[in-house]
């Protein structure tokens, strides 16, 4: 994690208030905010991204006693979960406040709420004192950025300013709750995994479904890189007849002999995998292969969000 100086987050606080853009590191991915309460600044936003309007985004705030000024009707169980689980990787979406503009909501009458764990962040929300509306800071529908240089190649135009706080420490967006009803579902799989979210809730969690409300990274087809990525149980029986070059990603090294083909060893944990996925992806990209070739995770709990995202990439439906 790198140092940033008190007087780079007063200026992007001050940024803020003015209505302007400012990208900002949190331990999952890099987001482009803007103030929540600002229609004008957050509808900026969409413009950078070429975000559809009725895509909603989230509202980070700087502790769990912000809530009620995004939120209202917020049930107990809410607060049982921000006191375990905030400053982290959990967004709750609750019944939103009459303050919160219809941008932000992607005009549903829910708001996702989250108290990011990367202290950069928390300094940049407590000196500007109020809510940043903020997705991931690249184009639309494409990988996420984990580094700062990411966003300068994607966004970083719209930005005001950038905030290098180093590269994200957990890598995947956050795990998405929906509480503004009375059945608790998770729309988006994250770090914060079902079985801890079990364990603190005392009832076990349905696996996700549609996402109703809409939340972000809830489209088929998301996180994705420009290459062609197609997801395999068997790189290794797969990878010799496919078009070159080629580009593959597994959880084993390559075989001795292989002709234009790049291969990437991923780490064998799901935190690892997930810290290294987009920064990964990126870099495949970049070598301008005619195919990503991935190999399945293993089928657990544990590999949830990766899964997720990986299907999402390919343009696939997530398993269920």
């Not at 989230?58 to 912000?66: L, Q, R, T």
């Not at 169980?77 to 709750?92: I, K, N, Q, V």
């Not at 972000?216 to 420009?226: C, D, Q, R, T, V």
Request: proline share 11%; with cysteine; aromatic share 6%.
């Amino acid at each position: 994690m790198r140092n940033v100086r008190k007087t780079e987050i007063l200026r992007a606080a001050e940024i803020l208030r003015r209505g302007g853009l400012v990208a900002f590191p949190t331990e999952t991915v890099y987001g482009l905010g803007a103030d929540a309460l600002n229609a004008s600044a957050v509808t900026r936003i969409f413009e950078a991204k070429g975000r559809p309007a009725d895509h909603p985004l989230i509202v980070h705030v700087s502790d769990a006693g912000n809530m009620p000024r995004f939120a209202q009707d917020i049930p107990a169980l809410a607060w049982r979960l921000a006191d375990r689980f905030w400053p982290g990787a959990l967004t709750l979406i609750l019944r939103r406040s009459p303050d919160v503009p219809d941008v932000v909501t992607g005009g549903q009458d829910t708001v996702g709420l989250r108290v990011p764990a990367h202290p950069v962040a928390v300094s940049l929300l407590k000196a500007f004192g109020g809510g940043v509306a903020a997705p991931s800071a690249n184009p639309f529908g494409g990988v996420s950025p984990t580094t700062a240089a990411h966003v300068r190649i994607g966004v970083g135009w719209a930005a005001d300013i950038v905030i290098d706080g180093g590269p994200c420490t957990l890598g995947l967006e956050s795990t998405i709750l929906d509480l503004s009803t009375d059945v608790p579902r998770i729309l988006r799989p994250g770090p914060v995994t079902r079985d801890a979210l079990a364990e603190v809730m005392g009832v076990p969690l349905a696996r996700h479904g549609p996402a109703v409300p809409r939340v972000p990274g809830s489209l088929l087809s998301h996180y994705a890189p420009k290459t062609a990525l197609r997801l395999v149980d068997a790189p290794f029986v797969e990878w010799g007849a496919l078009p070159r070059p080629l580009a593959v990603m597994a959880l084993r090294p390559p075989p001795e002999k292989m002709a234009l083909c790049h291969w990437v060893a991923m780490p064998r944990t799901p935190k690892a995998y997930g810290r290294a996925l987009y920064a990964r992806l990126r870099a495949m990209d970049s070598w301008a292969c005619r195919l990503i070739l991935v190999e399945r995770p293993p089928s657990t709990r544990e590999w949830e969000a990766v899964h997720d995202r990986l299907a999402r990439a390919a343009g696939l439906s997530p398993p269920p």
